[in-house]
T-cell receptor, first 109, second 115 residues
Framework: QQPVQSPQAVILREGEDAVINCSSSKALYSVHWYRQKHGEAPVFLMILLKGGEQKGHDKISASFNEKKQQSSLYLTASQLSYSGTYFCGVPNAGNMLTFGGGTRLMVKP | NAGVMQNPRHLVRRRGQEARLRCSPMKGHSHVYWYRQLPEEGLKFMVYLQKENIIDESGMPKERFSAEFPKEGPSILRIQQVVRGDSAAYFC?????????????FGSGTQLSVL
């Protein structure tokens, strides 16, 4: 089943923060986050493997709440280079990754 | 170490023709996945393959679409008798193991345009 992402789109000014949420109706064992720039391939950001796990990479971090079956991606002090579409992905019983519908992020100067 | 290689980058076909999309996974990766992306939409899973085996094809239309990952050579996604609705970007991804704990590496995609 496809995870649900919110919001669908976000417009920010440089330096502002954003949160992107990903929730599932089924139990989550891990959550992936990817970013795709227009016309390019999706690029891996991070995987969260355990409930309660938090990870960070530069000013982009994520948390994973296993009990609530959701994950959140935090973008702090956004930069122009953060613009793109963010996807969360969750593995299903068939061992492949199912992606959410994506969140379009636009960072303006 | 080359990444996931997809070709062609762009493919134009007329309605009724066949489209063959190729994907060479990263060296050492035995798991290959195909995703389809319509303009301004998300990544829709199509098929998951390991060498010589189709593990899950639940996302692939039953007719006209087929996929293979032979012992030697790239993975092929084949679309027979293409229709306008097949126009999309097709991405291939690979991983060394089960994706639950391993990240996916994506190729640059093949943009299929059906005239």
């Amino acid at each position: 089943q496809q995870p649900v992402q919110s919001p669908q789109a976000v417009i920010l000014r440089e330096g502002e923060d954003a949160v992107i949420n990903c929730s599932s109706s089924k139990a989550l064992y891990s959550v992936h986050w990817y970013r795709q720039k227009h016309g390019e391939a999706p690029v891996f950001l991070m995987i969260l493997l355990k409930g309660g796990e938090q990870k960070g990479h530069d000013k982009i971090s994520a948390s994973f709440n296993e009990k609530k079956q959701q994950s959140s991606l935090y973008l702090t002090a956004s930069q122009l280079s953060y613009s793109g579409t963010y996807f969360c992905g969750v593995p299903n019983a068939g061992n492949m990754l199912t992606f959410g519908g994506g969140t379009r992020l636009m960072v303006k100067p | 170490n080359a990444g996931v290689m997809q070709n062609p980058r762009h493919l134009v076909r007329r309605r009724g023709q066949e489209a063959r999309l190729r994907c060479s996974p990263m060296k050492g990766h035995s798991h290959v996945y195909w995703y389809r992306q319509l303009p301004e939409e998300g990544l829709k899973f199509m098929v998951y393959l390991q060498k010589e085996n189709i593990i899950d094809e639940s996302g692939m239309p039953k007719e006209r679409f087929s996929a293979e990952f032979p012992k030697e050579g790239p993975s092929i996604l084949r679309i027979q008798q293409v229709v306008r609705g097949d126009s999309a970007a097709y991405f291939c991804a690979s991983s060394p193991a089960w994706p639950g704990e391993e990240k996916l590496f994506f190729g640059s995609g093949t943009q299929l345009s059906v005239l």
